[in-house]
């Protein structure tokens, strides 16, 4: 058999335990890229409401993430990683246990070990993992956006960011299920650049949880703006609109949630500062570069000597810039988680703010001055936009 047959056929193998509620497990193990910071995957099957899926736990040094697959999205996953970023994948089904190793080279070899005495079926119903996924069939904002094909099939280019979508749709949805009033929520998407996060935010809420949810993404760019309006049209997402404007003037009109990804520097300031002065009751930002800070920041006697290095200096950027704008919305009566948005391995920039409005306005002017002057900052733009608009 042929190498690609050989990947071919245990697709097929793995395909058919599914459908016949045969699988136990796969484990994806051995990366073929040694820096990968994910040390293996499991994959279950599980029922959520009702439907197959399959739930996949990428294994990282120091923490899990799961996602859950629908079982066409999940296959397409597996396609792409099979072989390809794993030297090694077992399967485990209630009669047989598989063994694929493959070799850098490209070349693949299968051992089939038949059980002696059949194992049960998993009880999938004991699962109470809640679905999140965005459905991938029929979705014609993914297929314009180049994450999937026609058929509504993932395409390799667009796995990132489909594993992104899911991990963004994952945290909102926990953050967004406890808001005060749910089931009508204005969103504001701040440089929602082409929409990828912004339509699929808009789907999962209208779409699948029947909230009444009205999206506005602000973007700079008009041309963006432009596709993101008709892409809107033609999906039938009535309550998503693109609006051409820069932040610093946009005027958000009773605001519920302001998601600001990977604006750039000082725009997500600008988010921050829009959502804390509109009262918005949830905040979530993944900041993006750290140029103001980086240009302020002078290290001070003992930091002096660790800043030499460059790649400590742009992390110390980081630390400051995001660490400082946790403070910030602390001080104006928010509480405030900070995650790993994706694996770093998708993106460097990973981090994100997720700030919950309460009435505790913590009292750490002085805390946020000493940290300040450590590092020779004279102010953080968000301070300065905060100071202007009392
Ligand atoms: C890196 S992209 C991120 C796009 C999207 N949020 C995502 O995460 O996929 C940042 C976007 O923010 C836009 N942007 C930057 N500064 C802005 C500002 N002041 N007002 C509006 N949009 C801005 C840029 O044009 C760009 O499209």
């Known amino acids: 058999m042929s190498d690609n047959n050989v990947i071919k056929s245990f697709l097929e193998t793995i395909n058919m335990c599914i459908t016949q509620q045969k699988l136990l497990k ?9 820096s990968n910071l994910i040390k293996n995957i499991l994959i279950k099957p599980i029922l959520l409401k009702d439907k197959l899926m399959l739930s996949f736990t990428y294994r990282y040094v120091t923490k899990d993430q799961v996602t859950n697959f629908s079982i066409a999205e999940a296959l397409e996953v597996l396609k792409g990683e099979i072989g390809v970023n794993w030297l090694q994948t077992n399967l485990f089904s209630t009669e047989a ?24 079926p998993p009880d999938l119903k004991h699962d109470h993992t809640k679905s999140r996924s965005i459905e991938l069939n029929g979705q014609l904002y993914l297929n314009k956006l180049g994450i999937t094909n026609l058929k509504g099939e993932l395409l390799k280019e667009g796995q990132k960011k489909f594993k992104q979508i899911h991990r963004y749709i994952e945290l909102l949805s926990e953050e967004l299920s406890g808001l005060k009033n749910n089931d009508s929520i204005n969103i504001v998407d701040f440089g929602a650049g082409k929409g990828y996060l912004t339509f699929a935010l808009y789907d999962y809420l209208v779409q699948q949880k029947k909230i009444n949810a009205n999206i506005v993404g602000v973007e700079l760019r008009e041309n963006l703006v432009a596709l993101g309006n008709n892409l809107a049209k033609v999906s039938g997402f ?31 300031d600008l988010a921050i500062h829009k959502g804390i002065v509109s009262n918005a009751q949830l905040i979530v930002v993944a900041p993006c570069c750290h140029k103001q800070i980086r240009n302020e920041m002078e290290a001070h006697s003992d930091f002096k000597e660790l800043m030499k290095f460059g790649l400590f200096k742009e992390r110390q950027c980081e630390l400051l810039t995001d660490g400082l704008r946790a403070m910030l919305l602390e001080k104006n009566g928010y509480k405030v988680k900070v995650v790993e948005f994706v694996g770093l391995e998708h993106t460097p920039k990973n981090l994100m703010l997720i700030a919950s409005k309460t009435n505790n306005y913590s009292n750490n002017e002085v805390k946020i001055q000493a940290i300040k002057s450590q590092f020779g900052i004279k102010k953080h733009y968000l301070e300065t936009l905060l100071e202007t608009s009392n």
Do not use: E
Not at 241 to 247: C, E, N, W, Y
């Open 238 to 268: 009535s309550g998503l609109q693109f609006i051409a404007d820069d932040i610093a003037n946009f005027k958000p009109q009773n605001l519920d949630v302001l998601i600001a990804l990977h604006a750039c520097d000082i725009a997500t």
């Open 26 to 34: 796969i484990i994806l193990s051995n990366p073929l890229n040694s």
């Open 97 to 120: 246990d598989y063994q694929l190793l493959s070799t850098k080279k490209g070349k693949h070899s299968l051992v089939v070990h038949k059980n002696k005495n059949k194992t049960s």
